[in-house]
């Protein structure tokens, strides 16, 4: 299915673009699910940041306040950035996937998270392509499993290619390929998602292992 995407836009105006997206089933609810998200969740920060950060999908809060990372895993993260150096002014945040995937099978129930398949990834990379040509960053950084296996390809492995620094995009079709509209040479640093440190057995080192990744990010930014 072609996507609304407009070509040469800002991001406001992608972001208005994605509001109608129906490029997978993610835009309404899902099968044994009782209800469907509330609204796409585009990205947050500065549009000519130098460094842009991949996430995985919205959560609950997220969907609901139609911006990404503002719920538990976001202050986590907030807290790694400051930790780490990183102003989030000079940021650009956005996700994989831009529908909040989860199953709610009892009215009012809650709404469990379900994570991405590589085919809604796959649907809503064109978003993705089309942010990262706009903001055109010199630094990427996937945030969890997902993210980078959406940027690098379905080899990737967090536990193996976290904190260290690659170049993108990758040799391997990944869909981002060489668009010749990028202008400058990307690093990519893939990190854990925050959301896998609150859930680490010890949240602690797993912290420290996310601040460590950020500090290489801003020292690539120095
Ligand atoms: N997890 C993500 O990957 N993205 C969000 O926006 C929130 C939680």
Known sequence: MSLPIPRGVSIDALRTASLSCQGCELHQAQPGSLSG?????FSKGNPAARVVFVGEQPGDMEDRAGVPFVGPAGQLFDRAMAEAGIDPRQAYVTNSVKHFRFLQDRPNGRRIHKTPDATHVEACKPWLRAELTIVDPEVIVALGATAGRALV????RVTR????VM??????DAGFGSDPSRRRAVS????SHPSAVLRADNQEAAYKELVADLQLVARLLA
């Open 37 to 41: 998200p509330t609204q796409t969740v």
């Open 153 to 156: 390809g379905p080899q990737f």
């Open 188 to 191: 990519l640093v893939a990190t």
């Open 167 to 172: 170049p993108w995009p990758p040799s391997g």
């Open 161 to 164: 290619d976290r904190g260290k």
